[in-house]
């Protein structure tokens, strides 16, 4: 299966608190939540919508799969197609403190984590998509185990709140797969991970 990733971000690269709720998420003292609500036109929504319909399996880290379970899988069938498409999918969980989890289909990942996902990965066709899960999308792309990433970029700078790359992590090359502009300034940028940066070479003055 193809990993993949979708992330809403700001300018400045926070992932933070991107939900309805002004108090979704206040690790650190953060107060900017739902930055990114009602910020997309429709055509972004149905691409969204899309994304979640062509998945053959979900990846989450811990926090963004509670978040999802209480919003999305409380939802009945034909409520939404996004809560359908996560409802009826195998879902598979990083976590090493969630041993039962009660989302229906959900297996939680333990021991070797970069096994389990390269056992996933390793199945001839599919995508396996992550959605949100920060913390987890670092370490994926840590392990070289992404395969394409797509960030929707929102004209907004928060100047606090959690990034999606750290300070100081892996350099990655990307190659530019898809790149658009929607009508409310909203990017869509879709990245390969291309190996390592190439750098000049130091000159001498």
């Not at 880290?61 to 359908?84: C, K, N, Q, V």
């Amino acid at each position: 299966m193809k990993l993949t990733t979708m992330t809403q971000v700001t300018v400045d690269g926070v992932m933070q608190g991107n939900g309805a709720a002004t108090d979704e998420d206040r690790r650190g003292g953060f107060e900017r939540g739902g930055w990114a609500m009602g910020v997309f036109d429709e055509e972004t929504f149905t691409f969204i919508t899309r994304t979640y319909q062509q998945a053959d399996a979900f990846l989450f880290g811990r926090r963004t799969y509670e978040l999802f379970a209480g919003y999305w899988g409380a939802m009945g069938p034909g409520s939404h197609p996004i809560a359908d498409a996560l409802n009826t999918k195998p879902k598979y969980l990083a976590s090493t403190t969630i041993s039962d989890p009660q989302w229906a289909d959900t297996t939680v990942l333990s021991g070797d984590l970069a096994a389990a996902i390269g056992e996933l990965k390793a199945e001839p066709a599919g995508e396996l998509q992550v959605h949100g899960s920060g913390a987890l999308i670092r370490w994926l792309l840590a392990h070289d185990l992404v395969d394409e990433m797509t960030l929707l970029i929102v004209p907004v700078v928060l100047g606090q709140g959690a990034r999606l790359f750290p300070e100081a992590g892996p350099d990655i090359a990307l190659d530019l797969v898809e790149s658009r502009a929607d009508s409310k300034g909203v990017t869509i940028q879709v990245y390969r991970p291309n190996g390592r940066p190439q750098y000049a070479p130091a000159t001498a003055d």
